[in-house]
């Protein structure tokens, strides 16, 4: 964790895939419960039962089949499968010991009532809920809202409630606001992580208590997501058209698959629009963006400082600028935009001689 007391928190577990690591010894599942971690570590619950199926498809940011391993201090080997970025949300200082942040609660305790963990994770494990049990009958899930609309799905319980997820669902206490409700599928759901640059494979979750873990599968049509506005965690798309709106803070916000509207706040903010047709809105302050693939359009409309890492002109990316007083200036990184209501937006690697006005260049 930095000075601020967040993230990323790396999350080993006791399994492996093919082709394993020389020397490759998990912990035996009947083991866990006296097993002290090496320091630097904690031990997750172990009661924990998933309600969907579905493995690993690598460790994190690398690419499909490829796993990276831990040896630990006792000569057990540990798969690295997840990163956590993880918040209480409402946070109440006074409910905890001093010196504890609202970082820090998450690992600290299960949230009290009307709050909640939010885990913004990167985790390469497509996660299919079945439509009917094995004796050909419906199957009914358990779903949470916020105010806002972002919907997830009750995805693990407390090992306990394993034949009997409506009790756990039952006694949660979420914040103010949010609805409950349940219902069964006419096939089976799989739900993906947001998929986005450099193997980012990103879930938005949430916990009520340590074993209850909740996964996004709808969006909010505001844009708000529910980790808006905690330092830290990155808000995150899906893999549809999303639309992510930004707070007064600095953020990082991923766009994921599909032709999304990425929209930055009055903080430094880092957007990344990824795979598809993006439309990238930095706000006032010190922005850093990139397109990925796909025809993005970049909007440049306040008096902001911006640096373009990935405009392409092969791909039809647009510069659309709010004001026609501007000029261009050729430096030893790339063209540099500026006028009186335009701030500067540095285009890394591109000419002024690139830029076609009416065409990658609109104002």
Known sequence: MNKAGYGPIGVYVNLGYEPYPQNYNPLPDSEFDSYDPDPGFIKNTGLRTPLFTGGFLSSPLLNDG???YLLDSQDYTWLYNT??????????PTLYPRGITRYSAALYAPPPPRSIQIVVN????PQIFAARDEQDSPITYYFATDKNGNKFILGSIDSKYADDPSAPFAEAVLPRGWLKSAATFDQDLTIYPGYGDGNRRIF???RDNLTNNYFQVEFAANGRSVARGIPGLPLAGGNENDLIVGSEISEKIYGGRGDDSLFGGRGDDQIWGDDGDDLLFPGANKNSLWGGAGRDTFY?????????YDISTAEGDVLRLSSS???????EDGALIKGPRLGHT??????SADLIAGQNLIF
């Open 66 to 68: 490829s796993y990276s």
């Open 83 to 92: 990163v956590n970025y993880m918040a209480v949300a409402p946070f109440r």
């Open 122 to 125: 990167d985790k390469n494990q």
């Open 204 to 206: 938005n979750q949430f």
């Open 300 to 308: 440049v409309n306040t008096r902001g400082t911006n640096t373009i």
């Open 325 to 331: 007083r501007f000029a261009v200036v050729d430096t």
């Open 346 to 351: 540095l285009l890394l690697g591109i000419e």
